[in-house]
């Protein structure tokens, strides 16, 4: 009688050989490797798409602030200088009815515009400048003005002048006046790995371009200056009687943590016509 009458015994039942166990253990082996490299490269593709997706966010939102104010420069204040631009932003515009002109008028102490909506820090009147000297260099076309002391009366608004018996130094054909503030720069500045895009404001007029001004809000960074040959950022053509002016923006930037990879952004912006 059986010592284990109620167990049933397959004497012919074996198990794993050690050749099947190394074939097993190598195919497991080369799956993990195939699955390691996949991921592997699933996750460099992930972080090469947030490389670029990086780059083009940076290189928008620069493009897009550098032409946003550009476009609404007073005409012929655009000057560059060592990869800096400066322009002066326009407050407000309007149509003047009452302004001394030299050899036209007797110099005064205020001028009327037709009124327009006044906001923000007015400090200067501009009437037809077409160079940068005639923004920049104290030649009547640009004067100070007192922009508390303003008076609206009816369909007119007249200011001030901060200075007495003042007279601007030709006509608009237009009878165009531009109100403005302080000017303004942006400069791409080489710091280190690549260059660095800067906005500067609040520095004063000068004869001379200051470049860079001091002070200055960092924008943006990694922008490549050099490219076979130096990369100009900002380029000028100024208007003409058949076209307004127009600056070429060619910004170039570098992705982070790559030594090779880079995306170039440029941009045309329209300025302001005929002033």
Not at 138 to 148: G, K
Not at 196 to 224: C, K, T, V, W
């Amino acid at each position: 009688m059986p010592l284990f009458p109620h167990r049933k015994f397959n004497y012919g039942q074996r198990g794993f050989t050690l050749v099947e166990l190394v074939t097993v253990i190598v195919l497991l082996s080369l799956t993990s490797i195939g699955l390691v490299k996949f991921i592997a490269g699933s996750a460099e593709a992930y972080r090469e798409v947030n490389r670029r997706n990086e780059i083009a966010q940076i290189g928008r939102f620069a493009i897009e602030r550098v032409s946003r104010e550009l476009r609404n420069a007073l005409p012929g204040s655009i000057r560059i200088r060592n990869d800096c631009i400066e322009f002066v932003p326009v407050q407000a515009a309007s149509i003047y009815s009452r302004l001394p002109i030299v050899g036209l008028n007797a110099p005064a102490d205020d001028f009327t515009a037709i009124n327009f909506s006044l906001s923000g820090s007015i400090t200067r009147a501009a009437v037809y400048p077409l160079t940068s000297a005639d923004v920049y260099s104290n030649n009547q076309h640009v004067l100070p003005i007192e922009f508390s002391s303003a008076t609206v009366s009816g369909g007119a608004v007249t200011f001030d002048f901060s200075l007495p018996a003042q007279q601007f130094a030709e006509a608009s054909p237009g009878q165009r006046i531009y109100f403005i503030d302080q000017p303004v720069s942006f400069c791409v500045l080489a710091s280190g790995v690549g260059a660095r895009l800067f906005r500067y404001d609040n520095y004063g007029y000068s004869d001379i371009q200051a470049s860079p001004p001091s002070g200055g809000e960092l924008l943006a960074e990694f922008i490549q200056l050099l490219d076979e040959d130096p990369v100009e950022p900002f380029i000028y053509f100024a208007g003409t009687l058949q076209r307004s002016g127009i600056v070429y923006l060619d910004f170039r930037f570098l992705a982070r943590g790559t030594n090779n990879e880079w995306v170039r952004f440029n941009h045309s912006v329209s300025l302001r016509g005929s002033p």
